[in-house]
């Protein structure tokens, strides 16, 4: 097939992604079924709302603190502004833009971040979430890398690395 960007024929091939879309720089899908052509790699996915949420798990799942990066991807896939996220965190919204730019916004609000998230999304079980603060409270690495692998039909299972 041909691109209707560049012209050029798709060239299809399986391999690791570095998922720069989602706006992380440390979120790579392995694996992923990759089309080529003069204008990049990209990505053929079946869902890209699955993969933005399988995503969205593993940010709030992840060891150790989040990032600017991951806060702002949080907000954005719950589909809130920056003032709707601020407002449901109780924090000014100057606060907020703060912490997506990169200030550490302390355990207590990085695990509020995570909370609020996980019930915007509709997470319903609550073991779901405060497995949360273990897994956070096991590890304290920073900039720690996200990698979605697939399993079974689109889904995936995460694996973190330094
Ligand atoms: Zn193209």
New binding site residues.
């Given amino acids: 097939m041909k691109?209707r960007?560049?012209?050029?024929d798709y060239v299809e091939s399986t391999g690791d992604y570095h998922f720069k879309l989602s706006g992380l720089d440390n979120a790579y899908i392995e694996d992923a079924h990759l089309i080529k052509?003069?204008?990049g790699v990209g990505l053929k996915i079946k869902s890209m709302g699955s993969v933005l949420d399988e995503l969205g798990n593993a940010v709030i799942n992840k060891p150790g603190p989040l990032n600017g990066q991951e806060i702002r991807y949080l907000r954005k896939n719950a589909g809130l502004s920056a003032r709707e996220f601020a407002r449901l965190l109780e924090v000014n919204h100057t606060t907020l833009s703060k912490w997506e730019n990169g200030r550490a916004p302390g355990r207590p609000n990085d695990l509020l971040i995570r909370l609020a998230y996980a019930a915007w999304k509709g997470y319903e079980h609550p073991k779901r979430i405060f497995d949360i603060f273990e897994k956070v409270r096991k590890q304290r690495k920073r900039n720690i890398g996200i990698k979605l692998i697939p399993a079974a039909r689109e889904n995936f299972e995460v694996e973190y690395a330094v």
């Fill in positions: 691109c960007e560049c012209g050029q052509c003069g204008c």
